[in-house]
């Protein structure tokens, strides 16, 4: 992820967590997460795990749930930033 900026003004590099996964099944078992909740998606920082499932098989629709913190002294105005999303499957 990029830092949410504009110009030279920031949003804080820990603003995003991602503080829960929805899981919908479309097909098979359900399943079992191994993360615990929030995880900071720290700006310019190596990659994090926003969902691992230790069990099931199937096809499935996955809904993360952001936070994104804005601090009450942040100056207004369009930010923008870059999230990342890598998809692997397999056992």
Do not use: W
Not at 18 to 39: F, K, M, W
């Amino acid at each position: 992820m990029t830092r949410f900026a504009t110009g030279e003004r920031a949003l804080p590099a820990d603003a995003l967590r991602v503080v829960g996964v929805d899981v919908q099944i479309v097909d098979g078992s359900a399943p079992t997460n191994r993360l615990s909740y929030p995880v900071v998606v720290a700006a310019d920082a190596p990659p994090v795990r926003v969902f691992s499932a230790a069990s099931g098989r199937g096809v499935y629709v996955l809904a993360p749930r952001i936070h994104l913190a804005i601090p009450a002294d942040t100056y207004a105005a369009r930010y923008s930033g870059a999230v990342t999303l890598t998809l692997a499957a397999g056992p």
